[in-house]
């Protein structure tokens, strides 16, 4: 069956980095899109970056505006991993991050991101 497991989270200091990372299984993973959500404590689940499947032309991200220009996400279609890399740490970023799979509507148990001094 489908598995998503993320991992990387962790404490960090405002302006710091993290890359957190999620490894599939049980499907084709460069055949898919994927992506990164997250949710901050008493907030609804919201999404954070995609990253299509890899074509001749490359592949095509996506990113929430609170994200833009700090966070990369990207894939690694030999390891079946997409990694969403951090910058620039905001306390507003602090949340348990998702990966999903939306052609199978999968998620993996999150990984705590807590941005704090």
């Known amino acids: 069956q489908v598995q998503l497991v993320e991992s990387g989270g962790g404490l960090v200091q405002p302006g710091g980095s993290l890359r957190l990372s999620c490894t599939a299984s049980?499907?084709?993973?460069?055949?898919?899109?994927m992506n990164w959500y997250r949710q901050a404590p008493g907030q609804e689940r919201e999404w954070v970056a995609s990253?299509?499947?890899?074509?001749?032309?490359?592949?095509?991200?996506g990113y929430a505006d609170s994200v833009k220009g700090r966070f990369t996400i990207s894939r690694d279609n030999a390891k079946n991993t997409v990694y969403l890399q951090m910058n620039m740490l905001k306390f507003e970023d602090t949340a348990v991050y998702y990966c999903?799979?939306?052609?199978?509507?999968?998620w993996g148990q999150g990984t705590q991101v807590t941005v704090s001094v």
């Open positions: 990253i299509s499947i890899i074509t001749y032309t490359g592949s095509t991200k």
């Open positions: 999903n799979v939306p052609r199978f509507n999968s």
């Open positions: 049980g499907f084709t993973f460069s055949n898919n899109a």
